[in-house]
């Protein structure tokens, strides 16, 4: 994918995806379809790249060992990243995911939808 992606002067060039991008992307947006998934995601977000256990990020709806399955969801397509210390695993967003979210979100807001 070409990095005019990121700005909005993309020319089209930037939707060229090779099929290995395709596959990564549907599993993007596959993980990314369950709401508890994605409400986890924002909850980093807003932590803006300070870390959190599961106990912390568990307010959800959900058991924690079920928010601990999303989160490994998440980790798995490279959303986000752990860490272990001792008997807690800390996660935190991977590198350039909370720009690119908080751009899909300002576009949202954009539409006025």
Known sequence: MCEKGAGLGCDGACLE???AD??????????LGDPVRLQLLVGLAER????????ELADVG???ATVSHHLKRLRCVGLIESRREG?????????????ALMHILHQRSRVGA
Do not use: H, I, N
């Open 48 to 55: 803006a790249g300070a870390e959190a256990a599961v106990c």
């Open 87 to 99: 008997r807690l695993v800390y996660y935190r967003l991977g590198e350039g995911v909370r720009a």
């Open 62 to 64: 959900v058991s924690a």
């Open 17 to 19: 995806l090779s099929a």
């Open 22 to 31: 395709m596959v990564w992307w549907s599993q993007v947006f596959k993980t």
